[in-house]
C-alpha cells in the first residue's frame, strides 16, 4: 500500500523526516523516498529500492547529499517516488498512495487533450505518481488540480506536495479510505499517515483531514485549507484488524484497543456457541494478531501464551520474496518453538485474517509437528471474499486466489458464488460446509472467523462510514 510524512519548518528537518518516513515501513516493501527543500539549493530527491533492505540502511547516509527546512518522505508498493515535476504551477516534488483502476484511460484522455508525453516504464507503462501529477497540471491551482484528480480517477489516491517555497500540500482520498493526519509542533508542520510517526518526534495532532479535503502547511501561514472535506466518508476497515500500526489512531480509535475488543467480541462468539471451550492456551499468530488474542483470552479467561517466537532480526518480512515457495521456506524458518507449550496442549489461534492460507498451513503443521493435542483457529475479521480493488496492499490477490473463493468452487462450484453472503455466515449450512472443508485441508480443530457486525463493533465507527469490500463486496 504505502505510506508517506512530511515537514515544512523553520529549520532543517531532514531527520526528523528520515526517521518520520521510516515508521511508515510496515506499509510497503519495495521502494523509499525522500524530497528536499533548501532556499539555497532549492528541491532534492533521492529513491532507493528497499526490497531486500529497509528504508533506514538506504538512506542512513542521506544527510551528506540532501538539507532543507522542508521535506516529504514515502514508503512505495508500488511505483518510484517521490517524483520531482516542473510545470506550469512551477517546480514540485510529489507522492501519492492508494490504486489508480483507470489509469490506461486517464493517459488516453490527457494525450487527447495534449501533444504531451510520459517517461515510460518497463513495457510501457507510466508511473501512477507522474499521472496524477500530469492530472493537476491541467487545471490553473494545485487546489483546482487536485479537486481535477480526485473526480477523474477511479480507485484511491491520497496526495502529498513540497511546493519550491517549502511549502506543503496535502489532500486525503476522495472518501476518506486512508487516513491523512496533519500535526503542529514548535518548529512547524507535519503530514503523516500513521499519527505516532509525528508525535514521537515531538508534534502533536491538529486535525485530521476529511475525505477529499485539501490543506496547504506552512511555518509562516499554519494551516489554509484549500478544499473542503466531503460529507460521504468509506475508511478502510481492514486497517485497523491488519495494516495499521498499533500505536496509531485513526478517527479517534486506536488499532491496539480496536484489536482488543475485537477479540473480546470473538471470545463473547464462541462462548454464546460453546465452541472451543475446553482449552490449555490462547495465542496470536505474530505479530498483528497478538492483540487479537490478548482480547480473547482475557474474555475467555483461558491463559495466553507464545508457544512458537518469530525470529525477527534479519527476516523482519516473510512476504519480502517474489516466489511464494521463497516466503513459506523464510516463514518456516522464522518460526522457533517453545515444546513445553505446545507438546499435548489444545491452543487456539488467532490470526489477523485468513487470505491464501498458505503460510497458515505451514504454521499447523509445524505445530502439530512439534506435538500439539488440537489446534483452533480464529480469523480477526471475517471470510475475505474480494480482492480490494481500492488500495495496493502488498498482499493484493485475484478473487480466485482466495482461501474462500477456492473452497467455494470446490464446495458448489461457480453457482456458488451466488450465495457468498450465506458462506460468509458460520450460522447457515453454506457457512458450515466453507469452515469444515478448510478444517479438513488445514487440520483445524475447529475454524471460525470474526463476524461483520463484529468488527464493526470493534472499531466503533458506524457501519456506512467503513469500506467493507474486501469482505461483503458492497461499494
Same mark, same amino acid.
Given at each position: 500500500?504505502?505510506?508517506?510524512?512530511?515537514?515544512?519548518?523553520?529549520?532543517?528537518?531532514?531527520?526528523?523526516?528520515?526517521?518520520?518516513?521510516?515508521?511508515?515501513?510496515?506499509?510497503?516493501?519495495?521502494?523509499?523516498?525522500?524530497?528536499?527543500?533548501?532556499?539555497?539549493?532549492?528541491?532534492?530527491?533521492?529513491?532507493?529500492?528497499?526490497?531486500?533492505?529497509?528504508?533506514?540502511?538506504?538512506?542512513?547516509?542521506?544527510?551528506?547529499?540532501?538539507?532543507?527546512?522542508?521535506?516529504?518522505?514515502?514508503?512505495?508498493?508500488?511505483?518510484?517516488?517521490?517524483?520531482?515535476?516542473r !510545470?506550469?504551477?512551477?517546480?514540485?516534488?510529489?507522492?501519492?498512495? @492508494?490504486?489508480?483502476?483507470?489509469?490506461?484511460?486517464?493517459?488516453?484522455?490527457?494525450?487527447?487533450?495534449?501533444?504531451?508525453?510520459?517517461?515510460a516504464?518497463?513495457? @510501457?507503462?507510466?508511473?501512477?505518481?507522474?499521472?496524477?501529477?500530469?492530472?493537476?497540471?491541467? &487545471?490553473?491551482?494545485?487546489?483546482?488540480?487536485?479537486?481535477?484528480?480526485? $473526480?477523474?480517477?477511479?480507485?484511491?489516491?491520497?496526495?502529498?506536495?513540497?511546493? !519550491?517555497?517549502?511549502?506543503?500540500?496535502?489532500?486525503?482520498?476522495?472518501?476518506?479510505?486512508?487516513?491523512?493526519?496533519?500535526?503542529?509542533?514548535?518548529?512547524?508542520?507535519?503530514? $503523516?499517515?500513521?499519527?505516532?510517526?509525528?508525535? &514521537?518526534?515531538?508534534?502533536?495532532?491538529?486535525?485530521?483531514?476529511?475525505?477529499?479535503?485539501?490543506?496547504e502547511?506552512?511555518?509562516?501561514?499554519?494551516?489554509?485549507?484549500?478544499?473542503?472535506?466531503?460529507k460521504?466518508?468509506?475508511?478502510?476497515?481492514?486497517?485497523?484488524?491488519?495494516?495499521?500500526?498499533?500505536?496509531?489512531?485513526?478517527?479517534?480509535?486506536?488499532?491496539?484497543v480496536?484489536?482488543?475488543?475485537?477479540?473480546?467480541?470473538?471470545?463473547?462468539?464462541?462462548?454464546?456457541?460453546?465452541?472451543?471451550?475446553?482449552?490449555?492456551?490462547?495465542?496470536?499468530?505474530?505479530?498483528?494478531?497478538?492483540?487479537?488474542?490478548?482480547?480473547?483470552?482475557?474474555?475467555?479467561?483461558?491463559?495466553?501464551?507464545?508457544?512458537?517466537?518469530?525470529?525477527?532480526?534479519?527476516?523482519?518480512?516473510?512476504?519480502?520474496?517474489?516466489?511464494?515457495?521463497?516466503?513459506a &521456506?523464510?516463514?518456516?524458518?522464522?518460526?522457533?518453538?517453545?515444546?513445553?507449550?505446545?507438546?499435548?496442549?489444545?491452543?487456539?489461534?488467532?490470526?489477523?485474517?485468513?487470505?491464501?492460507?498458505?503460510?497458515?498451513?505451514?504454521?499447523?503443521?509445524?505445530?502439530?509437528?512439534?506435538g500439539?493435542?488440537?489446534?483452533?483457529?480464529?480469523?480477526?475479521?471475517?471470510?475475505i471474499?474480494?480482492?480490494c480493488?481500492?488500495?495496493?496492499? $502488498?498482499?493484493?490477490? @485475484?478473487?480466485?486466489?482466495?482461501?474462500?473463493?477456492?473452497?467455494?468452487?470446490?464446495?458448489?462450484?461457480?453457482q456458488?458464488?451466488?450465495?457468498?453472503?450465506?458462506?460468509s455466515?458460520?450460522?447457515?449450512?453454506?457457512?458450515?460446509?466453507?469452515?469444515? !472443508?478448510?478444517?479438513?485441508?488445514?487440520?483445524?480443530?475447529?475454524l471460525?472467523?470474526?463476524s461483520?457486525?463484529?468488527?464493526?463493533?470493534?472499531?466503533?465507527?458506524?457501519?456506512?462510514?467503513?469500506?467493507?469490500?474486501?469482505?461483503?463486496? &458492497?461499494?
Open positions: 500500500m504505502g505510506g508517506f510524512f512530511g515537514i515544512t519548518s523553520n529549520k532543517d528537518c531532514l531527520l526528523d523526516v528520515f526517521f518520520g518516513t521510516d515508521y511508515h515501513s510496515h506499509l510497503g516493501t519495495q521502494k523509499g523516498g525522500l524530497a528536499a527543500y533548501d532556499p539555497e539549493i532549492g528541491l532534492q530527491r533521492k529513491i532507493h529500492t528497499i526490497t531486500n533492505a529497509p528504508f533506514r540502511t538506504k538512506f542512513e547516509h542521506i544527510f551528506e547529499e540532501m538539507s532543507g527546512t522542508a521535506a516529504i518522505g514515502c514508503i512505495s508498493d508500488t511505483d518510484p517516488q517521490p517524483m520531482l515535476i !510545470s506550469h504551477l512551477g517546480t514540485y516534488a510529489i507522492c501519492t498512495i @492508494g490504486l489508480i483502476n483507470n489509469a490506461e484511460q486517464l493517459i488516453d484522455l490527457y494525450f487527447g487533450g495534449s501533444r504531451g508525453h510520459f517517461d516504464m518497463t513495457g @510501457g507503462r507510466v508511473n501512477t505518481v507522474e499521472l496524477v501529477a500530469a492530472l493537476i497540471d491541467q &487545471k490553473d491551482s494545485f487546489a483546482e488540480g487536485i479537486k481535477y484528480a480526485q $473526480t477523474v480517477i477511479d480507485g484511491t489516491c491520497s496526495i502529498l506536495i513540497l511546493k !519550491s517555497n517549502g511549502h506543503l500540500v496535502a489532500a486525503r482520498d476522495k472518501v476518506g479510505r486512508i487516513p491523512v493526519i496533519v500535526c503542529k509542533g514548535d518548529d512547524g508542520y507535519a503530514v $503523516t499517515f500513521e499519527s505516532f510517526a509525528a508525535q &514521537k518526534l515531538g508534534y502533536e495532532p491538529a486535525r485530521e483531514l476529511g475525505p477529499s479535503e485539501i490543506v502547511l506552512s511555518y509562516d501561514d499554519g494551516i489554509v485549507q484549500l478544499g473542503k472535506p466531503g460521504e466518508m468509506k475508511m478502510c476497515a481492514f486497517l485497523w484488524s491488519y495494516y495499521g500500526y498499533p500505536t496509531s489512531t485513526y478517527e479517534g480509535i486506536n488499532v491496539e480496536m484489536r482488543y475488543r475485537n477479540g473480546e467480541i470473538m471470545a463473547e462468539q464462541d462462548q454464546a456457541a460453546g465452541s472451543a471451550q475446553e482449552l490449555d492456551y490462547v495465542s496470536g499468530v505474530p505479530d498483528s494478531g497478538i492483540p487479537h488474542a490478548i482480547g480473547y483470552a482475557n474474555r475467555s479467561k483461558v491463559a495466553f501464551s507464545r508457544p512458537y517466537i518469530k525470529y525477527t532480526p534479519t527476516w523482519s518480512r516473510s512476504f519480502t520474496p517474489q516466489k511464494q515457495s521463497d516466503r &521456506k523464510v516463514a518456516r524458518m522464522k518460526q522457533i518453538p517453545v515444546h513445553e507449550l505446545i507438546a499435548d496442549k489444545r491452543l487456539l489461534f488467532v490470526d489477523d485474517s485468513i487470505v491464501r492460507g498458505t503460510q497458515l498451513k505451514e504454521t499447523v503443521d509445524f505445530l502439530y509437528s512439534n500439539a493435542r488440537e489446534v483452533h483457529m480464529r480469523s480477526a475479521c471475517p471470510p471474499m474480494y480482492g480493488k481500492y488500495l495496493n496492499f $502488498t498482499r493484493s490477490t @485475484g478473487d480466485m486466489e482466495l482461501i474462500t473463493r477456492r473452497t467455494i468452487l470446490e464446495l458448489e462450484g461457480t456458488g458464488f451466488e450465495h457468498i453472503d450465506e458462506y455466515d458460520g450460522s447457515t449450512e453454506r457457512g458450515k460446509a466453507l469452515r469444515q !472443508s478448510i478444517c479438513a485441508k488445514f487440520g483445524f480443530a475447529s471460525e472467523f470474526q461483520l457486525e463484529g468488527v464493526v463493533k470493534a472499531i466503533g465507527l458506524p457501519p456506512e462510514k467503513l469500506c467493507t469490500y474486501c469482505w461483503n463486496g &458492497k461499494e
